[in-house]
């Protein structure tokens, strides 16, 4: 089995950057496929970025462009670069991997708060 935890939020300010870690333990981390999924306050939690793993990308079209997922098989950890944020980003976010986030497991996830 694989845990996934995620790390790297904070505070920043509006057009800043920050980047996310999901750290991966246990076994065959490089078989899975992993998604960046974050839910704002008062919303729906939504799939941000997957990557595979072979290294294929997705991403919610309103994102493209701005944040970039990647993945270091080395260090078992999937990334999460975010530039230009807005407010509207303020959320927390969370990694999993999609049957385990249709199952409805979910970890504590890392608060990002965009703001002035």
């Known amino acids: 089995q694989v845990q996934l935890v995620e790390s790297g939020g904070g505070l920043v300010q509006p057009g800043g950057s920050l980047r996310l870690s999901c750290a991966a333990s246990?076994?065959?981390?490089?078989?899975?496929?992993v998604g960046w999924y974050r839910q704002a306050p008062g919303k729906q939690r939504e799939l941000v970025a997957t990557?595979?793993?072979?290294?294929?990308?997705n991403y919610t079209d309103s994102l493209k462009g701005r944040f970039t997922i990647s993945r270091d098989k080395v260090k078992k950890t999937v990334y999460l670069q975010m530039n230009s944020l807005k407010s509207e980003d303020t959320a927390v976010y969370f990694c999993?991997?999609?049957?385990?986030?249709?199952?409805?497991?979910w970890g504590q996830g890392t608060q990002v708060t965009v703001s002035s």
């Open positions: 999993n991997r999609p049957s385990r986030a249709s199952a409805g497991y």
């Open positions: 990557i595979t793993s072979t290294g294929s990308t």
């Open positions: 246990g076994r065959i981390f490089s078989l899975y496929t």
